[in-house]
């Protein structure tokens, strides 16, 4: 397990709640169980929860790309189950896997329409793609995806589009903090 005193109160929510959920216990009643700072706490913004492996390999990911709760503990607290047990990709963690993961909170920024692909950069900014009622997203600065292009087809796949002509393109800002 990773030392909550050189984490990131965020990362440490995420990481306490996973383990009193898969614990069968109940989750953190917020965030100033951590960290008593309620401006770390009382906003609201989107956030993705990422899990990986020690290894590297993605283990989980869900996230939001707009608030859907009334506060960001409230959100990392959601998203943390939620990228624990209910990613369509994994099956749902086991309490053995806690001290093998690595745990990353991304806090989205609001998305802004693109105007031209030229605004894009996959290290700095995310993105969201749209097109009638299916949406993709695709976080910034992830390994292997070193072009505009690379992203937008990502995104677009995950979102069920297969031709990116036509798509309509936001793009975010995320703060990351990464379990040390």
């Not at 709640?17 to 913004?45: H, K, Q």
């Not at 994994?90 to 609001?110: A, N, Y």
């Not at 105007?115 to 097109?131: F, H, M, N, T, Y």
């Not at 087809?153 to 589009?161: P, V």
Request: aromatic share 6%.
């Amino acid at each position: 397990m990773a030392n909550s005193e050189k984490n990131h109160p965020y990362v440490v929510l995420a990481r306490r709640t996973v383990e009193r959920f898969l614990n069968y216990e109940p989750p953190p009643s917020g965030g100033a169980e951590i960290d008593p700072r309620e401006e770390l706490w009382n906003i609201r913004r989107a956030c993705f929860v990422s899990i990986k492996t020690a290894g590297g390999d993605l283990r989980g990911c869900i996230g939001t790309i707009a608030p859907m709760r009334p506060s960001l503990d409230m959100e990392i607290i959601g998203n943390a189950i939620s990228s624990s047990t209910r990613d369509p990709r994994f099956p749902p963690m086991q309490k053995d896997e806690l001290d093998e993961v690595v745990f990353s909170v991304d806090v989205l920024g609001e998305p802004e329409k693109v105007r031209s692909r030229a605004e894009l950069d996959p290290k700095k900014w995310g993105v969201i793609v749209s097109q009638g009622m299916r949406r993709g997203v695709l976080l910034p600065d992830l390994e292997g995806v070193d072009s505009v292009e690379t992203q937008l087809e990502i995104a677009s796949r995950k979102a069920g589009i297969y031709d990116t002509d036509g798509i309509s393109i936001e793009r975010f800002s995320v703060d990351r903090y990464p379990e040390k």
